[in-house]
Every structure is written in C-alpha cells, then in structure tokens.
C-alpha cells in the first residue's frame, strides 16, 4: 500500500467506486480506495442489497440521480455479466388513493424527462403474470427501471479506474483516523498504513458518522434493518435460469417491494416498526438475523398480491440495513471547517452513480453541473445534528418511506424546538403552526375565521388533495394585508453578520450586485457559482462602514452561511457570524404599516426621511430596533428586527397600534400567495444552481461593472450568447385549474417546463403559476396546459408581476 496519495476515498462500495471512476475520468490521478471488508463484496448495503431502481421521485435531483445510474450501470459488465437488467419498473395501486398518487408520480415524470405510463390492473399482469389483477386498481411503469447487480458494478467501476492508471483498491483495511492539523486533512492512518493526502472523501454510508466525528464533522443519518427473503422455487417459473424476466415491483400501500430470482421471489418489507442501529453498535457487515415475529402481516400482504407465494417457505432471509437521514436525501459536499475532507453519505443504489458524477465534479470544478442543495451536507441547523432527533426524523422516515406525502404534510415530532419570544401571543390567536428548520411559524390564524364573511366571494374554496395543510383563512389574511395592514411573525429568517476591514471587498466578490453603497441602504442580490448558477438569495444590508447584515431565508441558511464561510479570506480580515438567535423579527406590512409605524416610533418614517430599500436604527416604544424598508408581500413595510429579549415587548407594541386600525396577524400561507402575486422568487423553488439571474428575471440586480465576483466570467458569456429558457408567470384559463408544484407544463404532447411555484392570487383573482419556459413559449399570450393528477388545464402566460406592477405600492 501506498504511504502518500492524492486523495483517499474510505469505502470500495458502489458510492466509492463510482466516485473513483468519475473522479479518474475527470483527471484525477493518485487515488487510494480504502475498506474494511474484502474487495468487492464488503460487507456493506452494496453486498446485500436487491438493487431495485426505481427511477421517479419527487424530487427531481433524485430522479437525475436515477437517470444517471441506470445509463452507467446498462453499459457496465464485469466477467460478461450484466451490471444491471433493464427490465423495467411497476408501482401498484391497491387503494383509490394510491391510484391517484401514481396519476401524480406521471405528472413527476413528464416533467423530469423519464419515460412512464399508467397501466390497467390486466397490463400490469401480462407484465408480471404471477400477480393477482383483481387486487389492484392499476399500476405505473416505467420501462426503464429494472435491477442492478451492485456488486457487478463495483467491480466494473474500479477496473475501469484502474486502467486508467490512476486508483489503487485496498481491502481488509480499517481507517481508523483521519489527521487533521489547521483546518485542513493531513493523513489517513489505518490499520496497515499511514497515507498522507490532502483529500478524503467519505463512502462508508451507514458507518459514516463515526469516522465524521472524529473530525468534529456531524454526519446525520442512521442504519436502519429492513428484511429481505428469497423464496423457495415457484412451480410457476419451473425452468426460469435467467437471473430476471419480470419488471421489478412495489406495492407502496404495504411497505414491500419485490423481484423475481430466476425460479424464485424475493420480498422486501419494510412493513414493520423502525429497528434503528447505533453507529457505534455497528460491526463488519450490514446484515443482521432474520427476525421472523415482525414478517406475518407482509406475508399474508404479499400472498394475496402474488398468490403463487402462498405456504412458500424463505430459505434465504435476512434484516438487511440501509443508511436513512432525517429529511431522505443524501449527505454530499464538502466539510465546511476542514479543507480536503468530502463526504458522500445517506445514498442508495439507485441513485450511487448519479452521486458519484455529481461528487466528481463538484471536487474537480468546485460545482456540480446538477444542483445539489438537497443533499448539501451543510444544509443542517444545529438541532437537527443531535442524537435524539436525528433518530426521531430517520425512524419516522423509515416508516413513511413509501406513504403517500402531500408537500405541505407536517412532521409531529419532534416539535416546539425553536420558538420565537412571542410565540404564546401566536398560540393565543390559534395558529396553525408549520415547522420550518425547527422554528414553529404560524401558516393562518384561526382567530382571523370571522374574516371569512367579508371575503367569502374572493376565496375559492377547495377540496380533495389540494385542500389538505389550507385554510380559506390564509385568502382572507391575504387581502387584509393588501387592504390594511399586517403582522407576520419572521424570526425564522436567517441573519449573518460580516464585520472587518475586508468585508466590503470579500462582500463584492460573493454578489452580483453592488455592494458598496452608503450605509443604511439594504442591497438585493444574489451569490453565484462559477458557471453563474445561483447559489444564495438575499439581501445585504451596509450597517456601518465594515459591517453588514446579510439575511436570508431560515430554510437554506445553514447552506448560505456555508458558502460564505467556504469563500472567505484566511486572513482574518473578515468575521461572518451567524447571530440569527440574537435577534426576533416582525414583518410590517400594508398600506397602513407607516401609520402604525408613527404611533410607536417618534423617528421620521415618512417615504421621503425613510425610503424604499434603505435601513435604519429606530426606537419602538422603548425597544432599540433595525427597520428595513423592504417587503416580500409586495406592500409599503417594514422588517423590523430587535434583540430576542425585546421580542415579546416588540410584537405587543405593534399589536396594539395594528388593532384599531383593522389590522391582523397574518401567517405563512398569505405570506407566500402575496409573494407570488408580486412576481417574487423563492430560492429552492425560482432560484438555485441550475439557473443564473437572466432566466430568472434578474438582470436588474446584477452590475457587471463593479468589478470581479464568481461568476461574473459566465454571466458575461452568457449575456452575449443570449438565453433559452425564461422564468414566467402564468394564470389558468378556468375556475378548475389547479397545481400545488412540479407538475409538467405541456404544449401539446410537448413537455415545455414544469411548475416551480403555485398558489391563488386573491388579489387579482387568478390561480398562479411560475415556470421556466422555452423562450419561443414564453411571450405573453401564448397558450399551455398544466397537468394535475393526469387531467390538463389550460393556461395562458402572462406578464409579471401580475400586482402593482408599476411598484407604487411599495415606493409610496
């Protein structure tokens, strides 16, 4: 074994072996796979997992993830074996609702550019004619879905590393240590050698958080058993060698999935309580015995499903483990505080070539051609890298794990972790929390119901799926809000504080907007990647000469402050700190905001001392406050932020003055209807790597002349190329139209774009859609359809903003 190497990689399964595979075809040379088991079988999930691929998923990341996989694994063999049979994938429908779920899954289809069709319960027989047609409604198959050989592909992936001259597989070797010395990875130590490398990168899934504690590196996951069994031969496939004919099979509605072994069947079930495994109770091998008490119901499940299986015994049988996370997604990027160390963690088969490619660019180019803020590995705020709730989220992941998630479903627990300190006036008014990176935000007030009579005629109401997790209450604080005024509770948002004599330099090198302004003015831009994808969306707010606060939304705040911290000087010119704690925050806004505003504060707040986009220090009653005359509704307001033990005084203050003038609470729900009336974009949704500012809209807040910043090389390239595609907005033709996101917009049999954001537009009357467009569709007029749940509705594009788009509400 070599003593010194590029780069290490810990962990020969399929998410190391793909990534040395990528990494050697991107130029990397001098790598060293290391594991603990024997090559290529280890021991971990690869060596025992069935290696379904099943290619949809609601995210579309995932589904890329997928897509990738079963390209790379189809042109894989090792020994003249086939890494993966293409034979194809069949969800089935065993209730009305999941037959509707699979009507939405197509919709996921269509628009991530994946193959797909809905089957009648006699089509998903003839595919697979050992199943029972009269217990189904139906099923989805997409034809290229099908089965890997995981190991085949581990072993083809790293010869063809290897040829390349540039990795060195290594097994039977324990990494026991990783050296780190000033922030940045120094050594691998196992049990055979030490190699000295500036670069590790972590592969060993279920045992991932322990070596990334021994850096101080927080891996959230945990192995979780789920059983495996494999038939005895079925008298129905008498004669089958083959190693698979029939399409691979889920039946979602109880938690197992299937395929066939040549003359026999194997049964996956996770149709049982969690069984979480500690990473540090974990040994050699990813299997664990059978526990038999916990298989009856699947059995009588998939005896009635497949009938032939029925008095069958297993004599192949095992609770194999599979690393889970707190939100599903993998665990990829780089350690934000140790230089050269990499993780790749939390991934499944299915999608551990598309991770590895994505690992391999990321490492090499310093992004990822896909946007990965999903699986970013610094995506996590500090509570959700505890024990107790890292076990909490994975176990109840496991047991969701094929339920039917609407996007608005809430978790149950753990809850109340992150209160703002008003909450108890929140709860006083009856709201509906939501929770959003641990903070409890109120979505509508059910105090706010007397509303109701006023607004009845402007509030459509709706049913079925898209009523789930709303309230008509959320169209009428809506329109109080345009009408009035209104309170809303933002404590969530995350605020960065970036102070010393570099931070105005460091600060025009991350944005694409000017940031050297006067102090007191309030600056939206956006961060860029090198290629001009948008990595962070927000606002810079000058405080001082050498300070500013930048804030951003609580959802990805852990993600932005990660990449400031990445791009930071090491010289110590520049402090970020995050100081979200320090401070509450309320959202004031309305036509009436500037009087509540004078009833409490004796500073001049007149448009003309106090303009639109600038900030200032200001006394609330006695509470010593930042207002920013800014607003994401879309109304003339303020953000008014003040130190958490001024919170409660705050909200109280501006309660009483909002009172006699018909003012409200207000939650999350009109919060985002009112954004999207305005035209404005939500990062995650309108905004992140895969687009750069002039699809989305955002030319105006881009200065090419301020001088260098990443990603300015790319946007002037792409400024005279021209664009392709174009962020629109678009109204439904009919009362019926209806999209809650990610369904596909359609020309035709054309699949044009998909839904990034939806929501009624109370205001204007319209339901709304946003989405990026080829730019030949995207003119004002041009006719479309948008497809919920397998029925289209039309829908035309239209100009935005669609509300005030002359901006006088916001300036007066």
């Excluded at 339920?403 to 006083?428: C, G, N, V, W, Y």
């Excluded at 209806?738 to 359609?746: D, H, N, T």
Aim: charged fraction near 25%; aromatic fraction near 10%.
């Amino acid at each position: 074994m070599q003593k010194q190497a590029n780069l290490v990689i810990i962990g020969a399964g399929i998410v190391g072996a793909s990534s040395a595979y990528h990494l050697a075809k991107l130029g990397w040379r001098d790598i060293v796979v290391l594991d603990q088991g024997p090559l290529f079988e280890t021991g971990g999930s690869t060596s025992h997992a069935p290696g379904l691929v099943f290619q949809t998923n609601s995210s579309k990341m995932m589904t890329g993830f997928a897509k990738y996989t079963v390209a790379l694994f189809n042109s894989l063999e090792d020994d003249g074996q086939p890494a993966f049979y293409p034979v194809g994938g069949i969800e089935v429908a065993y209730t009305p609702e999941r037959w509707e779920d699979l009507k939405r899954k197509h919709g996921w289809a269509t628009s991530y550019d994946l193959e797909a069709h809905l089957l009648t319960p006699r089509e998903v027989q003839d595919r697979i004619p050992i199943l029972d047609q009269e217990v189904i409604r139906g099923g989805y198959f997409v034809p290229g879905d099908g089965d890997a050989k995981a190991v085949r592909a581990v072993a083809a992936l790293a010869k063809a590393a290897a040829r390349e001259g540039a990795v060195e597989f290594c097994g039977e070797t324990k990494a026991g240590k990783i050296e780190v010395k000033n922030g940045r990875v120094q050594a691998v130590v196992t049990d055979r050698e030490r190699i000295n490398t500036g670069h590790v990168l972590l592969c060993t899934n279920i045992w991932a958080p322990v070596l990334g504690d021994r850096v101080g590196l927080k891996i959230p996951l945990v192995a979780v058993e789920h059983q495996y069994l494999i038939s005895e031969p079925l008298a129905e496939l008498a004669g089958e060698t083959r190693e698979i004919v029939h399409p691979i099979l889920r039946h979602q509605d109880c938690s197992m999935y299937f395929r066939q072994h040549a003359d026999a069947y194997g049964i996956g079930s996770y149709k049982h309580e969690p069984l979480l495994v500690d990473p540090y109770d974990l040994e050699k091998t990813a299997t664990r015995p059978f526990t038999p008490q916990q298989f009856d119901s699947a059995r009588r499940a998939a005896e009635e499903l497949l009938p032939p299986l029925r008095s069958k015994d297993y004599p192949t049988r095992f609770n194999g483990m599979f690393a889970f996370t707190p939100d599903a997604m993998p665990v990829l990027g780089p350690a934000a505080d140790i230089g050269g160390m990499w993780v790749a963690a939390g991934v499944w088969v299915t999608h551990a070539g598309g991770v590895g490619k994505a690992i391999a660019e990321w490492m090499t180019a310093g992004v990822p051609t896909m946007d990965l803020h999903e699986a970013d590995v610094s995506r996590f705020h500090a509570h959700a890298l505890t024990r107790s709730y890292i076990q909490a989220r994975c176990a109840q992941q496991y047991r969701e794990v094929y339920d039917i998630i609407h996007p608005l479903q809430q978790m149950e627990h753990p809850r109340k972790l992150r209160l703002s300190p008003f909450h108890t006036r929140l709860e006083a008014l009856r709201g509906a929390f939501f929770e959003s990176s641990g903070w409890e935000r109120p979505q509508w007030y059910a105090a706010n119901a007397k509303l109701l009579e006023d607004y009845k005629e402007r509030i459509p109401l709706r049913q079925g799926w898209e009523a789930r997790y709303w309230s008509p209450i959320q169209g009428a604080e809506h329109l109080v809000t345009r009408q009035r005024v209104a309170l809303f509770e933002l404590s969530a948002f995350t605020k960065i504080e970036v102070s010393g004599p570099g931070a105005l330099q460091y600060l025009e090198t991350l944005a694409a907007n000017r940031i050297d302004r006067p102090v007191g003015k309030v600056i939206y831009t956006a961060f860029l990647d090198q290629n001009a994808g948008i990595k962070c969306d927000l606002t810079v707010t000058r405080l001082d000469e050498a300070r500013f606060l930048v804030l951003a939304g609580g959802g990805m705040g852990m993600h932005d402050l990660a990449w400031m911290r990445q791009n930071a000087p090491e010289d110590g010119s520049v402090s970020v700190r995050d100081v979200s704690s320090q401070y509450s925050a309320v959202g004031l806004w309305g036509p009436m905001a500037r009087h509540v505003l004078e009833k409490v504060c004796p500073d001049d707040v007149s448009n003309q001392s106090f303009p639109y986009f600038s900030a200032r220090r200001i006394s609330i009653d006695s509470i010593p406050a930042l207002a920013l005359r800014v607003s994401y509704v879309g109304e003339l307001g303020w953000e008014i932020y003040a130190p958490a033990e001024f919170g409660l005084r705050l909200w109280d203050t501006l309660w009483e003055a909002t009172m006699p003038l018909g003012g409200i609470a207000a939650g999350g729900g009109a919060f985002d209807s009112l954004r999207l009336e305005k035209g404005y974009r939500l990062w995650g949704n309108e905004l992140h790597t895969e687009y750069n500012p002039y699809e989305a809209g955002l030319a105006w807040a881009i200065d090419l002349d301020k001088g260098n910043f990443i990603g300015r090389e790319a946007l002037i390239k792409i400024k005279e190329e021209g664009i392709s595609r174009k962020l629109c907005a678009l109204t439904f033709d009919t009362p019926e139209g209806m999209a809650l996101g990610k369904e596909p917009i359609l020309s035709g049999e054309r699949k044009l774009g998909y839904v990034t954001s939806a929501n009624y537009g109370y205001s204007v009357g319209k339901h709304i859609v946003y989405g990026y467009l080829p730019i030949e569709s995207a003119e004002p007029g041009t006719k479309v359809q948008v497809e919920y749940f397998g029925k289209r509705h039309p829908a035309t594009v239209v100009e935005e903003p669609i509300y005030d788009a002359e901006m006088e509400k916001l300036r007066s």
